[in-house]
Every structure is written in structure tokens, then in C-alpha cells.
């Protein structure tokens, strides 16, 4: 089946009879499969006037107990980003699909992973998180398709499946049998805050589906009910796969159908004796932190691959936390990246070593550069006293001068002799009596090097 044909039957399976859509290439196939499919199960297909008026009816259709779902793509996405903080807010559940494309504006109808800020983030206004779903075929797009049902429910919040143009377009064989007829989760709750236009008793109160608090007491106390849902959410739902982290020096971390294109290039390095593993995050949020974190006892470095200028790149570096370097390769506006230009890149990452590595590199050459000149400089010092020391002329100048200062003096030029050989604490005293020497001090000067002697 097509990727976007088969969302749309794991829905159907899944007990979604309501969808609202407005077409925006290139997920068209699936409000297309769903006009047909509806009717023939008793549910309701309408497209709308907009993307706003679409987003409006998921919640509309959601807030009276449905399973409902609504599908775009990037540009459509954002229109509906306003009912979607609504949504959130009035704690009502829904699945909405993201084929996402090329951007920013209009940009291209080819595939594109350059929507994961807006869908991580939460897209509208206000605090606020969901969980994101990203399939890496067409088979799993079904699981995780019929498994987002059961997280709305759960959790009453809306949960978005991310893809791209590439998984729903594909056209990959699916088990639908295991599909079929999907029940809902065990472990959900009866819709009894559903507004459903029963009439009020005691036991049974009014519902209310709103996103409206007044009162910042209040409100402050929603959020604070939403964070706490969110928290479970990220210690009960992250999901990722492992991929031949054992010994891993190189890890990439990639999603969706660029983890299939990392995976060929990971698999050919390893041939090629490099030792390379993948962890690809099947929920974006919550993000696979821990996972990522277990991977830093043999992980050297990481390389992050999207199809955009980097942005889930931000949450790698923070599962690292600084401990290793993270780059970075992507290719976007449509372009998809290649096997060989990955390997390319992970060959680099092996062979060049990183800023730290090289600035140690460069400061140990410099400092075995400055050792070897002061060695050699020392070595000619050395040199140059001992053939002044041993020259004739300067050995008949010393008895001269032990002769005219006679005991004292000879002892000074005894310990002169001696200290210029040393480079230790008396070679500055020797230096400045062999300049006196050299340049023939007179009677005067030599008496009053005597006195400084005895001083």
C-alpha cells in the first residue's frame, strides 16, 4: 500500500469515523482514501473550507467522545497551529498527521524533516507538549498510526504522526491483518467528560469542553495539571531503537526515512572496519535522552542527520550534555541525503580529530618546538663558556689577577671558574665577572670589586 492510504485505513481500523481535512500536497491520498472508506463504515468525511475551519471540527468532533483524526502538511500544519493550542488546552484527544514538505513559506511539495521544532515544541501559543510519532516505513506508520489513538485517549491530549513526503508516498507491502478491527487499549477510561448532549443529573454533571480560564489562579493551576501530564508522558511513552551500539565509536541519530538512508551508510562502514551504531528516536517527544546517555561509554562522537539545516541536532547536544562532540549532516529543501555522503561524513569525523584533539595536538608541538630551541640554545651556551673558561688568554688573565688581589680574589676566580660551568643560581655573578674581565677593568675598578667582595 501507499503510505498515506495505509494511515488512512489504520485509522479507520483503529475506530476513527470522523475526519476533517482540506488538501495540500503531498498527503492528498489520505482525505482522498478517506472520502471513500467513511461512508462505507458509517462515519463522516467533510472536507472543509481551510485548514482553521478542519481543526475546528477535530475539536469539535473530539470534544463529544469521537475518534477523529485531520492530516496535512507543513504549510496546512501551521494554519491549524491556533485550534491545536485549544485542543491542548481543553484536554481533548485527536490524532493529526503531518506529511511534512519542503519550507518555509510555500517552499517545495518534496520531503522534508524541517518541521520538528514546530512539532517538538508544541507549534502554537502557550505551554504546551504532545507526543510525536515518527515512522520509518510504511508498516509502521500503521502501528504507530492505531497506537496515537490510544495515546489521545490516554492521556486526553492530541498526538501528532510525523512523516514526510517520502513514507507517504512509498509504496511498501503492509500486514493490515494485524491491523484490522484494533481495539481500543485495555487500560482506558470511559469518556465520562465528553460532551455528549446527555441531560444533567447529580451523577452525571454537565460537560463542559473549554480552554478559557479567567481567573490566572486558575489557569496557573491547569498548566500546571497539563506539565504534570506531560511528565508522564515522558516517563511512560518514549520509544527509540538501538542499532549496533555494542561498540559504537560513531553514533548516528537520525529519524523517519532518513534513518533508513543512515542505516545502508552505517552498515558500510562497519564493513569498512569502522565502528558505527544508530539510535533512531521513534518519538521525538519525549525525546530519547536516557537512551542516548547510555550510549556515552563508548561513543566518541555523534553525528546528527535530518533532512534540514539541523534542528533535533538541539537535542542530541543536550542528551550529551557537552561530553562529546556532536556534528552534524542534512540536506533540505526537498533534497534527500545519500548513502555515500553520510559514509563521507562519518569517514571524516574517524579520520580528523576534533577541536580539542587538535589544540592539544597543536600546543604539545609548540611546547617540544620551545624545549628543543632552549636546548639548543643552552647547548651553545654551554659551549661558548667552557672554550672561554679552557681559552688560554683567559686562564693566564685569572693567575694574573690572583697575583694583584691576591687570596680573596683567587678564591673568587676559583668559584667563578667553577660556577660558569653550572647553569643554576651562580650563573648571572659568573657572567658579570667575566664581563669585567673581558673589557679590562683598571686598578680603581678592581679595588672596588674588592670591597663588594668582602661586602
Not at 492530541?158 to 478491527?181: H, N, R, S, T, Y
Request: proline share 5%.
Amino acid at each position: 500500500m501507499k503510505g498515506n492510504e495505509a494511515i488512512a485505513e489504520a485509522a479507520i481500523q483503529a475506530g476513527c469515523r470522523f475526519f476533517f481535512g482540506y488538501p495540500i500536497t503531498p498527503q492528498n491520498q489520505i482525505p482522498e482514501y478517506m472520502s471513500k472508506r467513511m461512508p462505507q463504515v458509517g462515519g463522516c468525511f467533510l472536507q472543509s473550507e481551510s485548514e482553521v475551519a478542519a481543526i475546528n471540527m477535530v475539536y469539535g468532533a473530539g470534544g463529544a467522545g469521537a475518534r477523529v483524526m485531520t492530516s496535512s502538511s507543513s504549510p496546512g500544519i501551521s494554519l491549524k497551529q491556533e485550534g491545536i493550542s485549544y485542543i491542548v488546552g481543553a484536554e481533548v484527544p485527536c490524532v493529526i498527521v503531518n506529511m511534512v514538505r519542503g519550507g518555509p513559506g510555500l517552499g517545495s511539495i518534496q520531503p522534508a524533516q524541517s518541521d520538528y521544532y514546530q512539532a517538538t515544541r508544541g507549534g502554537g501559543h502557550g505551554d504546551y507538549r504532545m507526543p510525536v510519532l515518527a515512522p520509518g516505513s510504511v508498516q509502521e506508520a500503521v502501528t504507530l498510526t492505531q497506537d496515537a489513538f490510544d495515546l489521545a485517549d490516554r492521556y486526553r491530549t492530541p498526538v501528532m504522526v510525523l512523516g514526510d513526503g517520502l513514507i507517504g508516498q512509498m509504496m511498501e507491502p503492509v500486514d493490515m491483518e494485524q491491523a484490522a478491527d484494533r481495539k481500543p487499549a485495555d487500560d482506558l477510561a470511559e469518556k465520562t467528560w465528553a460532551a455528549t448532549g446527555h441531560k444533567a443529573t447529580e451523577e452525571a454533571p454537565r460537560a463542559i469542553i473549554n480552554s478559557l480560564y479567567i481567573d490566572p489562579v486558575v489557569l496557573e493551576q491547569h498548566c500546571l495539571k497539563l506539565q504534570a501530564k506531560y511528565d508522564a508522558i515522558e516517563a511512560a511513552e518514549c520509544r527509540w531503537q538501538e542499532e549496533m551500539l555494542e561498540d559504537a565509536e560513531i553514533v548516528i541519530v537520525a529519524y523517519g526515512t532518513t534513518a533508513r538512508i543512515a542505516r545502508s551508510a552505517m552498515r558500510k562502514c562497519r564493513e569498512m572496519g569502522l565502528k558505527v551504531g544508530m539510535i533512531r528516536p521513534i518519538t521525538l517527544w519525549p525525546f530519547p535522552e536516557a537512551a542516548i546517555r547510555a550510549t556515552l561509554k563508548t561513543a566518541k562522537k555523534y553525528l546528527c542527520v535530518e533532512m534540514s539545516t539541523g534542528q533535533m541536532i538541539d537535542d542530541v547536544k543536550l542528551a550529551v550534555n557537552g561530553e562529546r562532540p556532536v556534528e552534524f549532516y542534512g540536506r533540505t529543501g526537498g533534497m534527500v541525503p545519500t548513502v555515500n555522503e553520510i559514509v563521507e561524513k562519518l569517514e571524516s569525523m574517524k579520520t580528523a580529530p576534533d577541536a580539542v584533539e587538535q589544540l592539544i595536538g597543536k600546543t604539545g608541538a609548540a611546547l617540544d618546538q620551545v624545549a628543543g630551541a632552549a636546548q639548543k640554545t643552552f647547548a651553545s651556551l654551554g659551549q661558548k663558556i667552557e672554550q672561554k673558561v679552557n681559552d688560554p688568554a683567559f686562564v693566564q688573565k685569572t693567575e694574573d689577577l690572583k697575583q694583584k688581589t691576591g687570596e680573596l680574589a683567587g678564591k673568587a676566580m676559583d668559584g667563578l671558574a667553577k660556577g660558569a660551568t653550572l647553569l643554576g643560581e651562580g650563573l648571572t655573578k659568573a657572567f658579570g665577572a667575566l664581563n669585567n674581565l673581558v673589557s679590562g677593568n683598571n686598578a680603581a675598578t678592581e679595588e672596588k670589586n674588592d670591597k663588594e667582595g668582602q661586602d
